[in-house]
């Protein structure tokens, strides 16, 4: 057995098998906002039921399962939050986790398609996005992307030599999250955030949200489709190779080039996985979130993405790992 290989028991696989329940509680929770129910006062499951607008039994389940998870705490009859839950799963509380918990039920609604997806090659169906619920969807996934990349944001601008850097293309950049960061770390340099019409509109609330409309704007467009610009010191591609297949990845990096000035940097950030597809395990599994989510998307090695800044044009592509499970390439256009 390899070296660190999981040794699979019966029990094990039980386990795993169930590690479904307390996630499905814990969406079924910020689905109902029953934590931020919770937050305005301490409640019964009759209560609990009421201001839900469900049935009794269910609330009492549903309640009695997030107190064995330790997300609430039962006195009696009455049920109140923990100092986590009231911190992290109340949607107007600075430090809400309820994005990153909710894009995650979704895509395990994805998951539970594993086997067509391998079928048919194809996704799996999701809600029209301009429903109600793929509008949700959107968002929640939108979010969930800031949630994720925002201490890592601040920690890939600073480990960066962005010297002589006055503009910056941030191509898929969601709510802005890394645009910020990288505003914060390049006083005087101005942002673009390249993204669909749908996300621009959030990151564009985020922008007036903290005054930076002078320096941070958006282009709505389709990046794969559409010209994304030129005159860059700087662009960024932070998470969204492992969407598109070799040759859209390719054509992109190709456009990613023609928009750089010389001597421009363009940074490409994926998730680790090894030239065998197989390590770490969190790049093996995140190739199915793209089997079930994506029409040609996957995890792709260094090797893979180098290929393709090579075929782009760039002469010389430096390597590192600026934070856990991420790799992060950065070429240099010719002077």
């Known amino acids: 057995m390899a070296k660190n290989q999981m040794e699979w028991t019966p029990e094990q696989l039980m386990e795993t098998m169930r590690g479904f329940q307390p996630a499905c509680v814990i969406g079924a929770a910020l689905e109902l906002n029953l934590f931020g129910k919770l937050a305005r006062a301490d409640m019964t499951a009759a209560q609990a039921a009421r201001a839900i607008k469900g049935t009794a039994r269910g609330a009492r389940a549903l309640l009695n399962a997030l107190a064995a998870l330790g997300l609430l705490t039962k006195r009696g009859e009455v049920f109140s939050l923990t100092p986590f839950a009231r911190k992290h799963l109340v949607p107007d509380s600075p430090a809400y ?26 996704p799996a169906p999701r809600p029209p996005a301009d429903s109600e619920a793929g509008k949700i969807r959107h968002k929640n996934f939108i979010m969930a992307m800031h949630n994720y990349a925002s201490e890592r944001s601040r920690i890939i601008a600073g480990s960066l030599n962005l010297k002589g850097v006055k503009t910056m293309l941030d191509v898929g950049g969601g709510p802005g999250t890394y645009a910020f960061a990288f505003a914060d770390a390049l006083p005087g340099a101005r942002v673009t955030i390249f993204d669909t019409p749908p996300t621009c509109a959030i990151a564009d609330a985020n922008i007036r949200q903290r005054g930076l409309q002078d320096r941070i704007r958006t282009q709505p467009g389709d990046f794969i489709k559409d010209p994304i610009g030129d005159g ?4 960024l591609m932070s998470s969204i190779l492992h969407i598109y297949s ?3 990845n390719t054509r992109l990096l190709k456009k990613g080039f023609r928009a750089l000035n010389p001597g421009g940097l363009l940074v490409v950030l994926e998730i680790e996985v090894d030239d065998t597809g197989t390590k770490p395990p969190g790049g093996a599994l995140f190739s199915i979130n793209m089997l079930v989510n994506t029409e040609g998307g996957s995890s792709y090695s260094t090797k893979e993405m180098k290929s393709w800044l090579t075929a782009a044009g760039f002469k010389t592509v430096k390597a590192a790992r600026p934070a856990d ?11």
């Open 97 to 122: 986790l309820g994005w990153g918990a909710m894009h995650a039920a979704h895509i395990m609604k994805s998951w539970t398609q594993i086997a067509d997806c391998v079928r048919t090659g194809k």
């Open 246 to 248: 070799p040759a859209e």
């Open 232 to 235: 860059y010191d700087l662009i």
């Open 325 to 335: 499970g991420i790799t992060a390439l950065i070429a240099a256009r010719p002077r």
